[in-house]
């Protein structure tokens, strides 16, 4: 055999196979790659996106964080106040309390001093009267003599 048919032959098997990868492989193979860094190219994409959200969400969360310490802060000094404010307004209620009962204390005192006055101013005119008996040398009708009693009860 002649080498020109075999090496035209060769040439045009390898030219048919170059087609035939072109044709068959090399495109779908081709497509598939730029599938493929398609997809990479949207999943590095969308993990930035991600990256940026988690960021976001980091932020707001320590920012709802923050705003929850602040309230309850808040809501503690609020306590506190309310707490200082019930112990004044006790404070002042037993302070009122305590002056009605030193009030009624002196009433009761008061009272307690005038019936003994009285007692006392009974008790001396009984023994003036008594004494004055003694002295006249006769008894004295303590009805009868209610007007000259009652000033000498008054003069005690």
């Known amino acids: 055999m002649n080498i020109t048919v075999t090496l035209f032959a060769q040439v045009f098997a390898f030219v048919l196979l170059i087609w035939f990868v072109n044709k068959v492989l090399w495109g779908p193979l081709s497509a598939m790659m730029a599938a493929r860094q398609k997809r990479i190219a949207d999943g590095l994409a969308e993990a930035e996106r991600g990256k940026h959200e988690l960021e976001l969400a980091t932020k707001r969360a320590a920012e709802i964080l923050r705003e929850a310490k602040d309230k309850a802060t808040e809501i503690i000094a609020q306590g506190e106040k ?6 004044e307004e006790a404070k002042t209620q037993a302070k009122v309390e305590a002056d009605r009962i030193v009030a009624g204390a002196k009433a009761d ?3 307690e001093v005038f019936r003994a006055r009285e007692q006392l101013r009974n008790e001396v005119s009984a023994i003036a009267l008594a004494g004055a ?3 006249l040398g006769r008894e004295i009708d303590a009805k009868a003599h209610n ?5 000498l009860v008054a003069e005690i």
Do not use: M, N, Y
């Open 82 to 87: 309310r707490g200082s404010e019930l112990v």
């Open 133 to 135: 008996a003694k002295i």
């Open 109 to 111: 005192v008061e009272q």
């Open 147 to 151: 007007d000259l009693l009652e000033k």
